[in-house]
């Protein structure tokens, strides 16, 4: 009778965005694995980074392990032409197996940075305030829904094919950022407190929809160039150009 062979085991490697690499800069590339709702330890490892071409630009370099996930501080040499089509490629040891996990990622000159704060969302709503008078909720902070939001309007831009990191006017998204954030705040609160804080969530989300209808930004056509003048509108997807034979 033959012998049974175990099954590797079911990881997930956690990947909510593409690795945006700054020329110039340090970067730490992550890849976290979960199990079972929590992260299963990374013992080694190592970490390949291949750029637009398929060359290799950091080649199974060892991994640095904090906290039980695998990170590499990469800093790319400023002679590297920015764009799309890398991939950072992991090897991992998990669990006494080996783990591969890969992401695509592009070179870029600088990553969006979300214009919002816990202090907005305390303007916005004082009951959420921690330190104020009466405090509605007993987080100690929001930066992990202001950090969700975030995500999800970075995949949403990328989905509609426009790059974040051409995107030159972070302020633009204040509106969106804020209500996304608060959105998800009270969907979170009315799971947890108060079903109440549902209705009050879909106020939020209606808004950052509408805020979404009105978005317009501005954009560069390269990460070479300065934004091109006009702003884009976030709404209008792209248009893709078709050839007859």
């Known amino acids: 009778m033959a012998g049974t062979t175990n099954a590797p085991t079911e990881y997930t490697a956690r990947f909510v965005l593409p690795d945006l690499i700054e020329r110039g800069r340090s970067n730490t590339l ?20 291949l750029d637009a071409g398929g060359t290799s630009q950091v080649d199974e370099a060892a991994v640095t392990i904090v906290d039980g996930i695998a990170t590499y501080a990469y800093s790319p040499a400023t002679t590297l032409p920015y764009g799309e089509g890398w991939e950072v490629r992991w090897t991992l040891t998990v669990g006494g197996e080996t783990v591969a996990a890969t992401n695509d990622a592009a070179l870029v000159r600088a990553r969006l940075r979300c214009p919002v704060t816990d ?15 009466n405090p509605i909720h007993s987080f100690d902070n929001f930066q992990s829904h202001i950090e969700l939001a975030w ?32 959105a998800l705040i009270f969907e979170d609160m009315a799971t947890r407190l108060n079903t109440a804080y549902a209705d009050i969530a879909k106020g939020y989300r209606s ?22 003048g006009g702003r884009r509108q976030s709404a209008t997807p792209p248009l893709f150009a078709c050839s007859r034979r």
């Open 30 to 49: 992550r890849c976290p694995v979960y199990r079972s709702a929590a992260v299963a330890t990374c013992t080694a490892g190592t970490v390949t980074v």
């Open 207 to 228: 808004q950052y929809e509408d805020a979404w209808r009105g978005l317009r930004f501005l954009y560069a056509s390269t990460d070479n160039e300065r934004a091109d």
């Open 151 to 182: 995500q999800r309007i970075e995949r949403r831009l990328i989905e509609r094919g426009n790059r974040p990191n051409l995107i030159t006017s972070p302020s633009a998204f204040f509106d969106v950022a804020l209500n996304g954030t608060l």
């Open 119 to 133: 202090q907005d969302l305390y303007q916005r709503v004082s009951g959420l305030d921690p330190n104020g008078a």
